[in-house]
């Protein structure tokens, strides 16, 4: 059984660019969340999805925009790109209400 | 927002010694959960505590909760030099579902 997979594993881009990471989920989890964890931090809250829409979201800006497809992967788009958006990028599933999540390897993003 | 906070920053230990790091948090809780994480990499789910409960162990950790101070320890015994991660906890509260997370311990054990 797979676990949550997430790909590409790095990325560089430069800042305006704009980029899409890509999450699959557990077998049997409906609910995808993202984080950003900054380098020395602990991860942030971005946004979570089930049955393909945004169910709540955290503290980031609208550049920040995800969609969950029928099959319940996810993706993760962040558009105009700034040097601050420099950071690891986590997916995590889980089944839905369920009280543990489940970690993808997360996608190491530099901007310069 | 951080809710939870990990202390100490960083721990070195030798192999076979003991390993406690605190996390405190600000508001009530529904849960506390501890994650490990190795190298920058995904985060490990280890164990996770209800409001209600005081204790719990799997395997080599054991986690204490008390809620009328707000805190949570993770007790990590006889360590080995695969245990090196760092660690956070991450507390649920409201009706919330999603957990916040601490800034982690960063946990170093020598062979």
């Known amino acids: 059984d797979a676990g949550v997979t997430q790909s590409p594993t790095h990325l560089i881009k430069t800042r305006g660019q704009q980029v899409t990471l890509r999450c699959s989920p557990k077998?049997?989890?409906?609910?995808v969340s993202w984080y950003q964890q900054a380098l020395g931090q602990g991860p942030q809250f971005i946004f979570q999805y089930y049955e393909e829409e945004e169910r709540q979201r955290g503290n980031f800006p609208d550049r920040f925009s995800g969609h969950q497809f029928p099959n319940y992967s996810s993706e993760l788009n962040v558009n105009a790109l700034l040097l601050g958006d420099s950071a690891l990028y986590l997916c995590?599933?889980?089944?839905?209400?369920?009280?543990?999540?489940?970690f993808g390897p997360g996608t190491r993003l530099l901007v310069l | 927002s951080q809710q939870g906070e990990e202390d100490p920053q960083a721990l070195s230990i030798q192999e076979g010694e003991n390993a406690t790091m605190n996390c405190s948090y600000k508001t009530s809780i529904n849960n506390l959960q501890w994650y490990r994480q190795n190298s920058g990499r995904g985060l490990v789910h280890l164990i996770l505590?209800?409001?209600?409960?005081r204790e719990k162990h799997s395997g080599r950790l054991r986690v204490t909760l008390d809620t009328s101070k707000k805190s949570s320890s993770l007790l990590i015994t006889a360590s080995r030099a695969a245990d090196t991660a760092s660690y956070f906890c991450a507390t649920r509260t409201g009706g919330s579902y999603i957990p916040t997370f601490g800034r982690g311990t960063s946990l170093i054990v020598h062979p």
């Open positions: 077998s049997g989890h409906d609910t």
């Open positions: 505590i209800r409001s209600n409960e």
């Open positions: 995590a599933s889980s089944p839905n209400r369920g009280e543990t999540q489940y």
